[in-house]
């Protein structure tokens, strides 16, 4: 887990180049508070989020950290080690990441790989449509890992209501995993991209989401790339963190990040954090200027134009290693038509709904603080039924009484 420091640097840098980070209504407090983190001031960003990915392994996940976020994100897996759970040692759980994650400093915070809720692709359904009842503008995240028969389960999905698939390869983060897993798991993301994208592409459900990838993306070369594979979207994590000062010591779980990047220890962090968020803006900027100009040599416009486009691509015939050549033929497969990616969020609820109904005609009534009586008529398919209207933002006054008929 990278320090305090690191993460306002970042969100400064997002907000300053307008990217998906740093949830809008916390653009401008954050941009203050986050300047006061790098001054030396830690305490104004206590319950502050530092970014717009709800990682749902639960610990700190409240209503009103969901209903602040762009994009809510439930990590089935992780590229650096699949399979695997998470851990935060105990000697970084200090008191700010305890109140933020609703712990107790000292005690190290497990993250087991399954979750307990999800064992089938209804189970998953059910999480991405309560999260759609607490927030219905964010985009709902589903990260899964690189690896053969990444396509099916991409379907299944997107089946179940998510609207953006990330596929993460095995050369990005975790600092903190086993070295075993760093060298010896995972799978390279060109070959989960290319998969998944093909799959959506048969079972004609490519139009209903976004694809991203991550993963040791660093280049603007790797990012044309990976829109070539069939990627929408593209996620950085060790590449800015290398800009911050990172030097890949591989002692993120110590608590002793020698650069105060992935320490929460105070001195550290005073006395050897050097990054400053103008790093990642113009890290950011840069390789936006060598996207456009891998584009103009491809003669395209945008990323869109090229998202799946494998016939651009080429493999390089190299002598064969071991006497093993490899094929690569399946990753370039001609795999486009029309329209062939997502460009826009899908409405995922009609209007007619219950939720929609009660939004309706109670949100006026407990803005109001007027209450009332109201009926409804349920059915054994509403779900989540009042969740919409207990987010905060608005909460009523201990006078007002409400009650709800259903019939």
């Not at 109140?99 to 189970?123: F, K, N, T, V």
């Not at 079972?203 to 660093?218: A, E, S």
């Not at 584009?295 to 416009?301: N, V």
Request: proline share 4%; charged share 20%.
């Amino acid at each position: 887990m990278i320090g305090v420091t690191a993460n306002a640097a970042c969100s400064i840098a997002l907000r300053n180049a307008a990217l998906k980070g740093v949830p809008k209504a916390f653009w401008e407090d954050m941009y203050v508070e986050a300047r006061k983190v790098i001054m030396g001031d830690i305490k104004t960003l206590a319950n502050r989020r530092a970014d717009a990915l709800a990682h749902f392994q639960r610990f700190g996940v409240t209503a009103e950290y969901l209903v602040n976020a762009e994009v809510l994100q439930i990590k089935v897996a992780q590229g650096a080690k699949p399979g695997e759970g998470g851990q935060l040692p105990g000697h970084k759980v200090n008191e700010l990441i305890a109140r933020l994650r609703y712990a107790r400093p000292g005690i190290g915070l497990i993250s087991p790989p399954p979750h307990h809720d999800i064992y089938s692709i209804e189970d998953l359904a059910q999480l991405i449509y309560d999260l759609k009842q607490v927030n219905p503008t964010a985009l709902v995240s589903v990260k899964l890992v690189s690896h053969a028969g990444v396509g099916t389960i991409a379907a299944g999905v997107v089946k179940a209501g998510a609207d953006l698939i990330t596929i993460s390869g095995h050369d990005g983060g975790t600092g903190a995993s086993p070295v075993s897993s760093i060298r010896y798991a995972g799978v390279p993301w060109e070959l989960g991209v290319a998969e998944a994208h093909q799959a959506l592409l048969a079972n004609d459900l490519r139009g209903r989401t976004l694809l991203q990838t991550d993963g040791g993306l660093k280049t603007g070369l790797d990012v044309v790339k990976a829109a070539l594979l069939g990627a929408d979207s593209f996620g950085f994590g060790p590449a800015p963190m290398l800009v911050l000062g990172c030097k890949y010591l591989r002692i993120c779980h110590l608590n002793n990040c020698a650069t105060g990047v992935a320490t929460q220890d105070d001195r550290l962090r005073e006395n050897h954090f050097t990054g400053q968020p103008e790093r990642v803006e113009n890290f950011f900027r840069l390789l936006a200027e060598e996207v456009r100009g891998w584009l103009s040599y491809l003669g395209a416009r945008s990323l869109e134009e090229i998202v799946g486009r494998t016939d651009l691509l080429r493999q390089i015939e190299a002598a064969p290693r071991d006497g093993v050549r490899v094929d690569l033929s399946r990753l370039l497969a001609d795999a486009r038509y029309a329209g062939s990616h997502c460009a826009a969020q899908r409405l995922y609820e009609s209007p007619d709904s219950l939720a929609t109904q009660m939004d309706g005609l109670l949100a006026p009534a407990i803005e109001h603080k007027r209450g009332g009586e109201h009926r409804f008529l349920i059915h054994n398919t509403d779900r989540s039924i009042g969740t919409r209207l207990a987010v905060p933002g608005r909460a009523s006054a201990p006078s007002m009484s409400a009650a709800c008929i259903w019939k």
